[in-house]
């Protein structure tokens, strides 16, 4: 069976009034759509109307081969749309083709039977006319129209000429098609550049937000006029919740005093009672177009509290060694003009006041290298009831000589701690001697022993006198450089106030702590706790099991 042609156009329709319809049709269709498909089917349809053939599709080069993208009538040849949408066409290997793509012009074969550089497939049912023209872009060609006849001769070179104008048509539809997919990879790589601009802002303004709400100082910004415009949270803390509404309202004047003068990096110190800030403005821009400020603020309450302390320190060193060496100055001065038999009372006060000033120097050299974290500490594991018993024993004369009662209480059993034994009988040589000269009648009581406190076993040694006691307005001081309580001064009780600090500062050093407790009038109790060593002799809580236990 013979393939059939497709259905001729109207005959009564006029050739050229039908193609122009067509055309028009063609156009119509360019001009309102962008799917591109869309397009090549209608251009295909209107190519049915005004050119007769029995198959007819539209071709696009790729890289030297050709795939057919529109079709029509090849079901009615019976063969399948898949073998279609399959068929993969080298066109070097054509001659036809070669030819369209080097001339530029229609190819009409009349008869393939005759034509000798046709190329038949086997087991098919070749085609016996075949019209072809480029679709061509800028001198160089995209694709091809063809369309096959099962008659010979089928086509004329009036057919080439109008199959020709439709290729131009598919030529625009495909130049539209490439402009559409450019633009539209363009708008998709705009997008994509956008969202990972947008991505990289908004990382940008989290990392930004990020530093603003963990940076410790508030940070404000204002318009030209000082006006708060946004702040972060710690600014936001203090004038909305930490401070009295009249503080608030300080800190904001200050705030637009300072930004009303940022080109002149204006530094501002407001004192709010308790706390004190320092503020910094600067311009948000370096030329400040727009009169804008930024203003830090700056929790200074610590550091100003040190600089006072460090004023306070010097006042306290220079009076306290202003003292002994006045005393030195005089007693050799009395020394050049004193008869001889009065140098000797002379000499032994000059000798007294110099080792006042030794253990003052010391005192503060010993401190110094606490508070710098500089103490040389040389550990090893001592036994702090036999530290305490030396202690006691190395102050019973000084009791006796002052009438008072020392007592020594042993738990039975060594308290064995991991301490610097130089460093540590330091500290209780200082308890003690704080208790001998607060002590005017009574006793003083030494005990060791092992505590649990909230489950942990700690090493325990106290110092409890019979003493003045201390004032409850003046405990919390007592640990303080150069603090001496009122009834010290006025008793004139020898001291230097830094005793306790240095006994403070050296069982913090060794991971303890030390507590008071006193009464006015009744005495005082001082409690050293450490930690135990790691001694398997101590057991779970600390305990040591006695040798004639083992």
């Given at each position: 069976m013979q393939p059939q042609d497709l259905p001729e156009a109207d005959p009564n329709a006029e050739p050229e009034l039908q193609f122009a319809a067509a055309l028009a049709a063609a156009a119509a269709v360019i001009n309102s759509s962008l799917n591109f498909e869309e397009v090549l089917d209608q251009i295909l349809e209107q190519v049915t109307r005004v050119v007769p053939g029995a198959t007819y599709n539209i071709m696009l080069l790729e890289e030297g081969v050709g795939r057919i993208v529109r079709w029509r009538g090849y079901r009615e040849q019976n063969i399948s749309e898949q073998k279609v949408r399959e068929t993969i066409t080298h066109v070097e290997s054509y001659f036809t083709f070669r030819r369209m793509m080097q001339t530029g012009e229609p190819v009409v074969i009349g008869d393939t039977e005759a034509y000798e550089?046709?190329?038949?497939?086997?087991?098919?049912?070749?085609?016996?006319?075949?019209?072809?023209?480029?679709?061509?872009?800028?001198?160089?060609?995209?694709?091809?129209?063809?369309?096959?006849?099962?008659?010979?001769?089928?086509?004329?070179?009036?057919?080439?000429?109008?199959?020709?104008?439709?290729?131009?048509?598919?030529?625009?539809?495909?130049?539209?098609?490439?402009?559409?997919?450019?633009?539209?990879?363009?708008?998709?790589?705009?997008?994509?550049?956008?969202?990972?601009?947008?991505?990289?802002?908004?990382?940008?303004?989290?990392?930004?937000?990020?530093?603003?709400?963990?940076?410790?100082?508030?940070?404000?910004?204002?318009?030209?006029?000082?006006?708060?415009?946004?702040?972060?949270?710690?600014?936001?803390?203090?004038?909305?919740?930490?401070?009295?509404?009249?503080?608030?309202?300080?800190?904001?004047?200050?705030?637009?005093?300072?930004?009303?003068?940022?080109?002149?990096?204006?530094?501002?110190?407001?004192?709010?009672?308790?706390?004190?800030?320092?503020?910094?403005?600067?311009?948000?821009?370096?030329?400040?177009?727009?009169?804008?400020?930024?203003?830090?603020?700056?929790?200074?309450?610590?550091?100003?509290?040190?600089?006072?302390?460090?004023?306070?320190?010097?006042?306290?060193?220079?009076?306290?060694?202003?003292?002994?060496?006045?005393?030195?100055?005089?007693?050799?001065?009395?020394?050049?003009?004193?008869?001889?038999?009065?140098?000797?009372?002379?000499?032994?006060?000059?000798?007294?006041?110099?080792?006042?000033?030794?253990?003052?120097?010391?005192g503060i050299l010993h401190l110094a290298r606490i508070e710098a974290g500089h103490l040389e500490l040389k550990p090893q594991t001592m036994d702090l009831d036999l530290l305490a018993s030396t202690a006691v024993t190395s102050h019973a004369a000084e009791a006796e000589t002052r009438g008072l009662e020392l007592r020594y209480q042993s738990p039975g059993h060594p308290v064995i701690v991991q301490a610097d034994p130089t460093w540590m009988i330091r500290a209780v040589n200082n308890l003690m001697e704080n208790a001998l000269l607060y002590t005017h009648t009574g006793g003083i009581e030494v005990t060791t022993a092992i505590q649990d406190c909230d489950g942990t076993a700690y090493a325990q040694l106290a110092v409890t006198d019979t003493g003045i006691g201390i004032r409850e307005g003046e405990r919390e001081q007592l640990f303080e450089r150069f603090f001496r309580g009122e009834e010290a001064r006025t008793m004139q009780i020898p001291g230097s106030g830094l005793g306790l600090p240095i006994v403070e500062g050296v069982v913090t050093v060794h991971g303890g702590s030390i507590e008071v407790e006193s009464e006015e009038g009744k005495g005082s109790r001082f409690t050293i706790r450490l930690p135990l060593a790691p001694t398997a002799d101590q057991g779970i809580l600390g305990r040591v099991v006695p040798d004639q236990q083992r």
């Open positions: 550089a046709w190329v038949r497939k086997p087991q098919r049912v070749d085609h016996r006319a075949y019209l072809g023209v480029p679709i061509r872009i800028a001198g160089r060609t995209e694709g091809f129209i063809n369309i096959n006849s099962s008659r010979p001769n089928r086509f004329t070179s009036d057919d080439a000429k109008r199959l020709k104008v439709f290729a131009d048509h598919a030529a625009i539809a495909l130049r539209n098609a490439q402009l559409y997919r450019r633009t539209q990879r363009y708008a998709e790589e705009l997008e994509r550049r956008v969202k990972d601009r947008t991505q990289a802002l908004e990382a940008r303004t989290a990392w930004s937000e990020a530093v603003l709400r963990s940076t410790s100082d508030g940070i404000i910004v204002t318009d030209s006029g000082g006006t708060i415009i946004q702040m972060n949270p710690v600014a936001a803390r203090w004038l909305e919740q930490a401070l009295q509404p009249a503080d608030a309202a300080l800190l904001r004047q200050a705030v637009r005093s300072t930004a009303q003068r940022a080109s002149e990096s204006p530094e501002e110190f407001v004192d709010l009672g308790g706390i004190e800030l320092e503020l910094r403005a600067s311009p948000v821009f370096e030329d400040n177009p727009t009169g804008n400020a930024v203003v830090a603020v700056h929790d200074v309450t610590h550091l100003r509290a040190l600089d006072r302390m460090k004023s306070q320190f010097i006042s306290d060193v220079s009076h306290e060694l202003r003292t002994p060496i006045t005393a030195m100055l005089l007693y050799t001065s009395l020394l050049r003009k004193s008869p001889e038999d009065r140098k000797a009372s002379y000499f032994a006060s000059l000798d007294e006041e110099l080792h006042r000033l030794t253990r003052l120097v010391e």
